[in-house]
């Protein structure tokens, strides 16, 4: 039986791939939680306890990154690429917003390739970023 914050847990990637991440609010901390698990694949150029400091250049912004679609350069190039039909993808898209995958699985079958175009990298991504490199220097530190 799944555990309540499995149940409200959003997943990235899988066991079998490069990376899994998880993402679920940590109501103890009244925090937003992001754990990354990085596999073999990523982790090729980590050949010492050393090179971890590394950690932050191959994760951001490649593999953990905050975004938001640019719904009007999308609607743009629909309705320049695809007229009245264009209208209908996006009407599609919206209604399935709320989740990222869901709009580019929807628009991929759709025709448009390369969703990724259309994303707007978010504010928060700096503070990510920071994070990463925080943690990379206590690393550092604490292996010294």
């Keep these: 039986m799944q555990n309540e914050r499995e149940k409200r847990a959003l997943?990235?990637?899988?066991?079998?791939?490069?990376?899994?991440v998880r993402c679920y609010q940590k109501k103890q901390l009244g925090k937003f939680r992001?754990?990354?698990e990085l596999h073999s694949g990523l982790l090729r150029?980590?050949?010492?306890?050393?090179?971890?400091?590394?950690?932050?250049?191959?994760?951001?912004?490649?593999?953990?990154?905050f975004v938001d679609f640019d719904w009007n350069r999308l609607e743009?190039?629909?309705s320049k690429s695809l007229g009245d039909e264009g209208r209908r993808i996006i009407a599609?898209?919206?209604?399935?917003?709320?989740?990222?995958?869901?709009?580019?699985?929807?628009?991929?079958?759709?025709g448009v390739a390369n969703v990724h175009r259309f994303f707007m990298p978010l504010e928060i991504n700096e503070k990510a970023r920071r994070?990463?490199?925080?943690?990379?220097?206590?690393?550092?530190?604490?292996t010294l």
């Design 45 to 65: 150029d980590i050949a010492t306890l050393d090179d971890f400091v590394y950690l932050p250049d191959i994760v951001y912004p490649n593999h953990l990154q």
């Design 11 to 20: 997943y990235y990637g899988g066991r079998k791939t490069d990376k899994l």
């Design 131 to 142: 994070a990463l490199d925080q943690w990379a220097r206590q690393f550092k530190n604490r």
């Design 92 to 110: 599609g898209a919206k209604s399935r917003s709320r989740s990222l995958r869901r709009v580019r699985r929807y628009l991929n079958r759709n």
């Design 34 to 36: 992001v754990e990354l």
């Design 76 to 78: 743009k190039y629909l």
